[in-house]
C-alpha cells in the first residue's frame, strides 16, 4: 500500500463566506515519493489548493491530512509540518524578503533555528544548486525574474524539505531555465523529496508526472496516470487544457495503423524513435558515466579514450564537476534525450551523469529497447 | 478578502450606483451637520433610519456583515464613550449615581446621562450614514465629484491612482505574508516582526518596480500629462439640491420642536429607582 | 513590401554609465508580416519595444517608422503610437484606469479621438476579447486572465497597424494561449503588422514567417525558424532549445534516410510527412461564419459530413455562435481537423469567414508533405 503524504478529505474552501466556493469538495491523495502535477486552467482553484494542503487557509469543510495525520492547526504542529512542506511560489518577488541573496536564502534555515555554519553550509549547497553561486552578495533588487526565481528556489532547497510543492515552477522562464527547474525536480525526486507541481503546461509535465490531478472550477475531476485523461478530449477541452503534443502525435500514428498505441512515449526521443522504430539496424552505446562533484571531468574522459564521441551532461554532481574542470560537453541541456538519440543513430555517446540520476538517465533508452524499436547497450562505468 | 477588497465590490454592485455622486456626498453631509445642530434625539434617530434605508436600498435590502459589523462596531465604541460622557457630569448638579466604578470617579446627573444618549445617537447615526455612502460610492466616482468641486486636478489624479495601486499592493502584501508563513516566517514574535518588515519592503520595492514600468507604459498608451475619464459621472442636478435644503430645513424645525420629546432619564428612572 | 519598422545600428542605455541594453541593433520589421522576436530572459526584448515606440529614445544610431526617423516631439510620437499598440507581459504594468470600459477608452482617448467612435471602438474590441459582458466592472476583481485580455482590448480600441505583445501567452492558460494567438492571426489578416516577443519557441515556430533573435542586447539572427534551429550551438547559447517539432522532424528523418525539408511545422503536416500508410485523406467540410444563426449551417454541414465526422472551431465568433453545440476540437481546429483528414476521417471545420485564407493555406501546405486533404466549402 502507498503511503500518502498529504491528503485532501472532501475539502472545500471559500473566501468569504457567502462568496463562490473555489475549493469544492476536493478529494485527493499524494503518495510518498510519487512526482504529481496538478493541472488546470487559470482559476481551477491549484494555488488555492497549495494554501489549504500548507495549513494557509483553513478548510471550511473536510480535513487536510498530512503523513495520515489530520492537521490540527495549532501553532506548533503547524511550524513542524511546514518545516518539512515547502511551498516555492509563483512569482519570485512574492519571496524576496531580504536585500541581499543570501540573506534571503537563509531566512528559512534561520527560522527553523539551525546552527550558524549549517545555515552556511545549506545556503552555499541551495545557490550552487540553483547555479547562483556567483551571485551570493547581490542585492535581490538587482536581479532579473529568471535569477530572482533561482534565488527563490534555492531559499526553498535550503529549508531541505521532505515535501515540495511548485506552483507554475517554469512560468515565465526561458526554455534552458525550464529545463534546469525541471531537472532539479527530477534530482529532488531522486533524493526522496516528494515533489508536487502545478502548471497548465501539459507538454513539460507529461514527460515528468507519475500521477496527474487535474483541477476543474475548484473540483478535483481526475487522479491517476495521465494517459486515461488525455484519451479523453471532452474532459480535457472542459478542464481548459490542451492534450501533450507527443500524446496527440502517437495517438494519431496508431490511428493511422501505422504503430500500436501503446506504448506510450512520453519524450521526444522516445517518440521518434517509436516512429522510426528499427529493430534490426545497428546502434550505439550508451556509456553512463557517474560523476562526484570534484571528478576532474577531462581526466576522466581521457582516461576512457572517450572522448571523440559526443558527451551530455545530467544532474548536480555532473554539472558542478563540469564547473569546476570546464570540460567539453556538448550536450548542456537535454543530455539522456540527446545521447539517446545518437545511440539511436548508431554512435556512441556518453553521459556525465549524478550517481543519483542514473536511473533517469536511462529512462528513454530502457523504453526503446523494452518496445523492441531499438537495441541499445546501455553501459555504466563508476 | 480583505475589508477593503469588499468595500470596493459592495459599493461597485450598489443600487444607487448610478446616483450623482456629489448629491450623495451633499445629501449625507447635509444629514451630520443638521443632526449636530439640533439637541433633540429624534433627529439623531431619524437620521439614523434614513441610513439604514439607504443601506438597505443600496444593497437590495441584504445588508453584508461587513456593514452590520461597522455599525456594531460604532456601537460599542460610542457605548464606551458616551458612558465614559455620561458619569462625568457636573460636580455641581444632583448626582443620580454617585461612586466608585473601578478606577474612576462616577457622578451621573441627568444632564450628562441625557447628554451622553444624545451624542451616542448622533454618533451611530453619523456612521451610518456615511457607511452607506461609501458602500455605495467607489472611489473613483468621489474623485469625480471632486473634480467637479474644482479640486486641483493632481490631487485627483493622486487619488485615483493611489486607489489603483491600492489594491495591487495589498494582493502583494498579502501573498507576500503567505509566502512568509511557509518559510515558518512566525516562528517566534522577533522573526514574525522581521517577516512583516521584509514583507512590506517587498511591497514597497514592487512598487517602485510598478511605478518605473508604469510610467514607460503610460508612455505608450500616449499619456498626455492628466488621466481621462471616458463615461463622464452624472452631475449633480438641482433638484438634489432642492430635496437636500428642503430635507434639512424639516429636519431642523423638528429637531426645534422635538427638543425634550424624549427624555431618556424618564425612560431608564423606573429600572434604576432614580 | 516596404518595411513598417527599421532600426539602424541602435544602441540605448538607461542613464548614461549603465551598460548598454541594446548594442548596435539592426532590424527590419516588413509591414503586414508576422514576426517573433526570440530571447532569453533579460535579453532586452521589452527594451527594444520601447525603443521602437519612441519611449526610449537610442542614444546612437536611428528608429523608422514607415521609412522616416522617428520625431522625438509630442506631436511625432502621437504619430506613431496612433499606429502602433504594445500588449505587455504583465497587464497591471500597463493599466491605470479602475473600470474596464475606462482602461479599454484611455488609449483612444489620449489620441484625442472623439467619443462617438470611442464607443463603437470600446464594443468592437471588448467583443474580440470575448469581455463584453465585463464593460462596467472594476479591474481589481478580474482574474489575471481575464486582465491580461482588458489589456489586449485596450490595445486593438487604438485600431493599430503595428500591434506588439511581449510574451502575450505567458501565464495564460493553453486554451486562452490559442485564444490569443487566434486573434494575433485574424489581425494579421486585418492587415495589421504583428509582432510578438515570446521565449516559448514552439509556439513561434507554429506561427512567425520570420523570426528575429536577441542575445545580450544584440541582434543574433534574423530569418526562417529553421535556418536559425538547425545551429544547436547558436541556439543554446541564446538560452533558447530549439521546438519538439523541428527537432523530431531532424530526428526521424536522419533515422529514415530521408531529406529533411520540407519541415513541418505543426501536427498534421508532421503527420502527413510521417504516417506511413496509403489510405485516402479525409474531407474537411469548412464552414465560414460571419454573423447571424448558425444552426441551418450546422445542421447541413454536419448532415453533409456523416455522424461519424468530428467537428472543430477556428476563431471567436464562430465559437461563440456554437454556443452549446457538440465540438470536438473546441480549440486549435484547423490543426486538429486537418489532422483527422490526414488520418483519413472526415471532418467539418466552423471558422470566422476571414481565416479561409489561412484554411487554404494549411491545404497548399499538407500537399507539400504528400497529403491531398478535399477541402470543400459549404456555404
Known amino acids: 500500500m502507498t503511503q500518502h ?34 493541472l488546470g486552467a487559470n482559476g481551477a482553484g491549484k494555488s488555492t489548493l497549495f494554501g489549504v494542503l500548507n495549513a494557509l487557509k483553513k478548510p471550511d469543510e473536510g480535513r487536510v491530512l498530512y503523513q495520515g495525520e489530520p492537521i490540527s492547526y495549532k501553532h506548533r504542529d503547524i511550524i513542524r509540518m511546514r518545516s ?50 556567483e551571485f551570493r552578495k547581490s542585492p535581490t533588487m538587482k536581479l532579473s525574474y529568471g535569477q530572482r526565481k533561482r534565488v527563490t528556489l534555492a531559499g526553498v532547497l535550503a529549508m531541505k524539505p521532505q515535501v515540495l510543492i511548485m506552483d507554475e515552477p517554469t512560468a515565465g522562464l526561458d526554455p534552458q531555465m525550464a529545463y534546469e527547474v525541471m531537472e532539479i525536480a527530477e534530482q529532488l525526486h531522486r533524493t526522496g523529496v516528494t515533489v508536487i507541481m502545478s502548471s497548465h503546461d501539459t507538454d513539460l509535465t ?70 522510426a522504430a528499427n529493430p534490426g539496424g545497428s546502434f550505439g552505446t550508451l556509456y553512463i558515466h557517474k560523476v562526484d562533484a570534484d571528478t576532474d571531468l577531462n581526466e576522466l574522459v581521457s582516461e576512457h579514450g572517450l572522448g ?75 | 478578502m480583505s475589508e477593503q477588497l469588499e468595500m470596493d465590490e459592495l459599493a461597485y454592485s450598489s443600487r444607487m450606483l448610478d446616483w450623482a455622486p456629489l448629491g450623495k456626498l451633499l445629501l449625507v453631509m447635509a444629514l451630520l451637520i443638521v443632526g449636530l445642530c439640533t439637541d433633540s434625539i429624534v433627529v439623531p434617530l431619524i437620521t439614523f433610519t434614513i441610513g439604514i434605508i439607504l443601506m438597505a436600498y443600496s444593497t437590495n435590502m441584504r445588508i453584508p456583515t461587513i456593514l452590520a459589523l461597522g455599525i456594531a462596531e460604532a456601537i460599542v465604541i460610542m457605548v464606551i464613550g458616551s458612558g465614559m460622557i455620561s458619569i462625568m457630569g457636573n460636580e455641581s448638579e444632583p448626582a443620580l449615581w454617585d461612586g466608585q466604578l473601578l478606577w474612576f470617579k462616577v457622578h451621573m446627573t441627568v444632564t450628562s446621562f441625557n447628554k451622553a444618549w444624545l451624542i451616542f445617537f448622533r454618533a451611530v447615526a453619523g456612521v451610518t450614514l456615511m457607511l452607506s455612502f461609501a458602500s455605495s460610492t467607489p472611489i473613483p466616482h468621489l474623485a469625480q465629484s471632486l473634480r467637479s468641486l474644482r479640486c486641483p486636478k493632481e490631487l485627483v489624479e493622486l487619488i485615483v491612482l493611489i486607489y489603483r495601486y491600492a489594491f495591487l499592493l495589498l494582493e502583494r502584501f498579502l501573498v507576500m505574508l503567505d509566502a512568509a508563513q511557509c518559510r515558518l516566517g512566525y516562528n517566534g514574535p522577533m522573526t514574525a516582526i522581521k517577516s512583516y518588515g521584509g514583507a512590506m519592503a517587498g511591497t514597497f520595492i514592487f512598487s517602485m518596480e510598478l511605478a518605473e514600468k508604469s510610467e514607460a507604459s503610460l508612455a505608450c498608451r500616449n499619456y498626455q500629462g492628466y488621466l481621462p475619464i471616458y463615461r463622464l459621472p452624472r452631475s449633480m442636478s438641482w433638484k438634489w439640491v432642492v430635496f437636500t435644503f428642503a430635507l434639512a430645513a424639516v429636519l431642523l424645525y423638528i429637531g426645534w420642536e422635538t427638543v425634550g420629546l424624549i427624555d431618556m432619564e424618564h425612560i431608564f428612572a423606573p429600572y434604576f429607582g432614580w | 513590401m516596404s518595411n513598417i519598422f527599421e532600426m539602424r545600428d541602435v544602441s540605448f542605455r538607461h542613464h548614461p554609465g549603465t551598460p548598454t541594453v541594446l548594442d548596435h541593433f539592426d532590424l527590419e520589421i516588413e509591414e503586414g508580416s508576422r514576426s ?184 543574433v539572427f534574423s530569418g526562417t525558424s529553421e535556418e536559425f534551429y538547425g545551429n544547436n550551438e547558436d541556439v543554446h547559447l541564446c538560452g533558447l532549445l530549439s521546438p519538439s517539432t523541428f527537432n523530431m522532424n531532424r530526428e526521424i528523418s536522419s533515422l529514415r534516410g530521408i531529406p529533411e525539408q520540407p519541415c513541418p511545422r505543426n501536427v498534421c503536416s508532421f503527420l502527413a510527412k510521417f504516417g506511413k500508410g496509403s489510405h485516402r485523406p479525409g474531407r474537411v467540410f469548412c464552414v465560414p461564419y460571419s454573423e447571424g444563426d448558425i444552426s441551418s ?71 507539400a508533405f504528400g497529403s491531398d486533404v478535399v477541402m470543400e466549402v459549404v456555404q
Not at chain 1, 545555515?119 to 547562483?132: K, P, S, T, W
Not at chain 1, 488525455?230 to 487544457?241: E, F, I, N, R
Not at chain 3, 479599454?104 to 471602438?121: K, S, T, W
Not at chain 3, 472543430?312 to 476540437?329: C, E, N, P, T
Request: glycine share 8%; aromatic share 8%.
Open chain 1, 5 to 38: 503524504v498529504l491528503e485532501a478529505d472532501h475539502v472545500s474552501f471559500s473566501y468569504s463566506r457567502k462568496g463562490p466556493k473555489v475549493l469544492n469538495d476536493v478529494d485527493l491523495r499524494i503518495g510518498k515519493g510519487v512526482k504529481t502535477a496538478i
Open chain 1, 84 to 133: 518539512e512542506v515547502s511551498i516555492l511560489f509563483q512569482n519570485p518577488n512574492d519571496m524576496l524578503f531580504k536585500p541581499y541573496v543570501e540573506q534571503d536564502v537563509a531566512y528559512g534555515p534561520e527560522n527553523l533555528r539551525l546552527p550558524r555554519d549549517e545555515v552556511e553550509r545549506r545556503v552555499d549547497d541551495a545557490l550552487f544548486a540553483v547555479g547562483m553561486s
Open chain 1, 206 to 275: 507529461y514527460s515528468w508526472a507519475d500521477e496527474i490531478h487535474v483541477m476543474q472550477h475548484g473540483r478535483c475531476v481526475y487522479s491517476g496516470a495521465p494517459e486515461p485523461f488525455y484519451s479523453d478530449k471532452a474532459a480535457v477541452y472542459l478542464a481548459g487544457l490542451l492534450p501533450p503534443k507527443t500524446f496527440l502525435m502517437n495517438d494519431a500514428l496508431s490511428g493511422l495503423g501505422a504503430s500500436t498505441r501503446e506504448p506510450f512515449p512520453k519524450t521526444q526521443t522516445q517518440m521518434s524513435a517509436k516512429i
Open chain 1, 308 to 382: 571523440d564521441i559526443r558527451t551530455g551532461i545530467y544532474g548536480l554532481s555532473a554539472r558542478r564537476a563540469q564547473d569546476r574542470s570546464l570540460a567539453r560537453v556538448d550536450y548542456m541541456y537535454n543530455g539522456p534525450e540527446n545521447c539517446t538519440m545518437n545511440c539511436m543513430a548508431g554512435r556512441d555517446a556518453l553521459l556525465l551523469c549524478d550517481p543519483l540520476m542514473v536511473d533517469s538517465a536511462r529512462n528513454s533508452a530502457d523504453f526503446i529497447n523494452a518496445s523492441g524499436y531499438g537495441d541499445i547497450r546501455v553501459e555504466i562505468l563508476n
Open chain 3, 36 to 219: 517573433a522576436i526570440l530571447g532569453a530572459n533579460g535579453a532586452g526584448k521589452t527594451t527594444m519595444f520601447y525603443t521602437l515606440t519612441g519611449v526610449y529614445k537610442p542614444v546612437e544610431g536611428e528608429v523608422l517608422f514607415r521609412g522616416e526617423p522617428l520625431e522625438y516631439t509630442r506631436e511625432g510620437l502621437t504619430r506613431v503610437r496612433s499606429d502602433v499598440s504594445v500588449v505587455l507581459q504583465n497587464p497591471d504594468e500597463q493599466m491605470f484606469c479602475s473600470l474596464v470600459e475606462e482602461d479599454v477608452a484611455f488609449g483612444p482617448l489620449n489620441l484625442g479621438i472623439d467619443r462617438d467612435e470611442i464607443e463603437v471602438r470600446i464594443d468592437k474590441a471588448l467583443r474580440d476579447v470575448r469581455m463584453s459582458e465585463f464593460r462596467t466592472r472594476p479591474l481589481q476583481q478580474l482574474s489575471g486572465g481575464q486582465r491580461k485580455r482588458v489589456a489586449i482590448a485596450g490595445a486593438l480600441a487604438v485600431d493599430p497597424k503595428v500591434l506588439i505583445m511581449d510574451e502575450p501567452t505567458a501565464g495564460l492558460d493553453p486554451q486562452a494561449s490559442m485564444e490569443v494567438m487566434e486573434l494575433a492571426e485574424k489581425l494579421h489578416l486585418r492587415g495589421v503588422t504583428v509582432l510578438i516577443s515570446t521565449h516559448d519557441v514552439d509556439l513561434a515556430y507554429g506561427w512567425a514567417d520570420t523570426v528575429n533573435v536577441i542575445r545580450n542586447g544584440r541582434k
Open chain 3, 297 to 367: 449551417a450546422y445542421e447541413e454541414a454536419t448532415r453533409d459530413a456523416g455522424d461519424s465526422a468530428r467537428i472543430g472551431v477556428y476563431g471567436s465568433d464562430a465559437r461563440f455562435a456554437l454556443g452549446g453545440r457538440k465540438v470536438d476540437f473546441y480549440f486549435d481546429g484547423i490543426d486538429s481537423c486537418f489532422t483527422e483528414a490526414v488520418l483519413g476521417r472526415d471532418t467539418v471545420l466552423f471558422y470566422d469567414e476571414i481565416f479561409g485564407s489561412t484554411i487554404r493555406e494549411q491545404a497548399e501546405t499538407l500537399k
